[in-house]
């Protein structure tokens, strides 16, 4: 059992990229980051004891926060855009 299977993935990337291929722009790699640790706090959840899913979700959080970081440098609407849409902040 997948939770991120092929499909989620183009939805996300036709969500938030440029178009369902686009993999690389930050705003897609953003979304997909989104989704995976929403999956990760789910799964903790249930699993208090899990550190090697903690670990991993620690990992992302921080993989995300660089890109969120380089998106605010280079190109603040696009980061405002993204925050908005994932509802980021509180």
Known sequence: MNYLTAEKKAELFANY?????DT???ESQVALFSYRISHLTE???SHKKDFGTQRALLKL??????MLDYLKENDIERYRAIVKALNLRK
């Open 61 to 66: 959080v921080g993989k995300r926060r660089k």
């Open 24 to 26: 690389g722009s930050p």
């Open 43 to 45: 799964h903790l959840k």
């Open 17 to 21: 990229g440029k178009s369902n291929t």
